[in-house]
């Protein structure tokens, strides 16, 4: 599968919300700020994590993720 930052922002928010967690919340816990969570669960195609996904692609790195439990 071709991986996106908008396949992974979705993840996160799926599971976030699937666990009953704030995007506040789970900003405070990780560390991290509330519009770093917002960003990164619209997908945005940050410098960074936009080079690791092409980065991993261009070599055939395969990149598999999974919610807790499989999503059930």
Known sequence: MHYTTEHI???????????????KDL???SGTGLRFIIELEKGKNTCQIG????VMQT?????????PNGGQ
């Not at 922002?9 to 995007?23: H, N, P």
């Not at 080079?51 to 092409?54: D, Y």
């Not at 070599?59 to 919610?67: N, R, S, T």
């Open 27 to 29: 900003a405070l816990t």
């Open 9 to 23: 922002g979705k993840v996160i928010r799926d599971t976030r919300k699937q666990l009953g967690v704030t995007q």
């Open 51 to 54: 080079k690791v996904l092409t």
């Open 59 to 67: 070599l055939g790195i395969k990149l598999d993720i999974m919610p």
